[in-house]
């Protein structure tokens, strides 16, 4: 099998993991997830699709503040490419689809993993001793055999910002609606702060249905964007982030 037909199967298991039952319940930010049914009088552990959300113990976000300092984790090595991209608006954030044909990568040591899609949160899900930051920006990567490693880029808002470019074209074109996809060509590696010094740990997706065998790279330095684009942006989303979540013993590295 080819890699990209292997990768055309995985993001079609991707996709299906959010339509894993006939008909998921809607969920809002403003409720508890693992609670929510579609069934008339819920009984069974199926009944409630989004149960890892409330039962799970190592789930994100989680706040960073923690972490201990390591030299041995292998080096961040985003390779992003500028290509044709869809931007839609899911319901629940902004989201930019990478097409299956995308060159787009990351190597973590001799592990590639292919980028699948970004999409923005605001305020940050990851909070750093306490701190949250105005907005999140999260880069979604898979290996063929399953394997999700999400880099988290956090973004400040400062009145002193210069206007982000990147962040201003994906703005121009973001959708109000859920049934457009504009196009958008964009280098994602824009997006990214000049320094790749991350945050290293295991966690979940921070939406339903929280899956875990996450590995999250939070990057230390944020980005900017001014106070108006993120307006802009909270016209379409505004407190769509998941709080931070018990560490559980987890370990949180810096490198
Ligand atoms: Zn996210």
Known sequence: MTSFIKNAIFITSLLATSTAFAADPHWTYDEEWDNLSNATAPTKATDFPYAECG??????????????????????????????LTVVNNGHSIKVNVP??????????????????YHVHAPSEHVVGGKIYAAEIHFVHGTPDGKLAVVGVLVD????????????NLLNVAPKNTTDAPALTANPAKLLPSTSKF????????TPPCTEGVNWYVLQKPIQITPA????????????????????GRQVLAK
């Open 55 to 84: 039962l799970g113990q190592k789930q994100s976000p989680i706040d960073l503040g923690a972490a201990k300092a390591v030299t041995s984790t292998n080096a961040l090595k985003p390779t992003y490419k500028s290509e044709a």
């Open 100 to 117: 299956a044909t995308t060159k787009s990568v990351l190597s973590i040591g001799s592990e590639q993993y292919t980028l699948l899609q």
């Open 157 to 168: 808002a400062p009145a002193t910002a210069k206007a982000n470019v990147e962040f201003q």
């Open 199 to 206: 945050y290293l740990y295991s966690g979940s997706l921070t």
């Open 229 to 248: 684009q993120l307006t802009t942006f909270e016209t379409l989303y505004s407190g769509n982030a998941r709080a931070a979540q018990a560490l559980n």
